[in-house]
T-cell receptor
Framework: AQSVTQLDSQVPVFEEAPVELRCNYS??????LFWYVQYPNQGLQLLLK??????LVKGINGFEAEFNKSQTSFHLRKPSVHISDTAEYFC???????????FGTGTRLQVFP | DSGVTQTPKHLITATGQRVTLRCSPR?????VYWYQQSLDQGLQFLIQ???????AKGNILERFSAQQFPDLHSELNLSSLELGDSALYFC?????????????FGPGTRLTVL
């Protein structure tokens, strides 16, 4: 069975500092990887996705993620965060041959001034 | 705005009752997904419909059912409600079934069972 682990439930960081949100997955078959963001009282919005090709993926709002097959990781990074990045971030995996997303438990990013 | 609409936004009801949540996918999207977000279970896939047919089932209780109508909107029916059914229910849609097709999420329906 597939699973996604987000190691940090909360990440506090000061504005303009870099941040990394960690995500590890478990799967015996090929996967497609996603990061979604959920702002307060809103639905989920896709930040970026890895389907194939280059392991470094760039997304919206200055975020990027790197797929590491050997470490089964897909960590999300941003070199300089803003107050407006405060939100819940979800890592998700979709296995080949299925359409459903399996989500991690989420990481709450809190950016302080 | 993702283009996916869900109604109602909030729903408060009592244990034992039945409710219907409605979802309208983005124009042209054939596939609809339902997810449940709760504090103890996180975000979980419930069920998927594609062009009116059930395509995949996840952790959906027998008390829950869904359908997709010819105009592609979908309804999630929750019956014999329990306190533990209180959650945020999301609908998502995608154009086709290929993995590159992003799932667009609606704003959710917050269900509170008292």
């Amino acid at each position: 069975a597939q699973s996604v682990t987000q190691l940090d439930s909360q990440v506090p960081v000061f504005e303009e500092a870099p941040v990394e949100l960690r995500c590890n997955y478990s799967s015996s078959v090929s996967v497609y990887l996603f990061w979604y963001v959920q702002y307060p009282n809103q639905g989920l919005q896709l930040l970026l996705k890895y389907l194939s090709g280059s392991t470094l993926v760039k997304g919206i709002n200055g975020f990027e993620a790197e797929f590491n097959k050997s470490q089964t990781s897909f960590h999300l990074r941003k070199p300089s965060v803003h107050i407006s990045d405060t939100a819940e971030y979800f890592c998700a995996v979709r296995t080949q041959g299925t359409d459903k997303l399996i989500f991690g438990t989420g990481t709450r990013l809190q950016v302080f001034p | 705005d993702s283009g996916v609409t869900q109604t109602p936004k909030h729903l408060i009801t009592a244990t034992g009752q039945r409710v219907t949540l409605r979802c309208s996918p983005r124009s042209g999207d054939l596939s609809v997904y339902w997810y449940q977000q709760s504090l103890d279970q996180g975000l979980q896939f419930l069920i998927q419909y594609y062009n009116g047919e059930e395509r995949a089932k996840g952790n959906i209780l027998e008390r829950f059912s869904a359908q997709q109508f010819p105009d592609l909107h979908s309804e999630l029916n929750l019956s014999s409600l329990e306190l533990g059914d209180s959650a945020l229910y999301f609908c998502a849609s995608s154009a086709l079934l290929a993995p590159s097709h992003e799932q667009f999420f609606g704003p959710g329906t917050r269900l509170t069972v008292l």
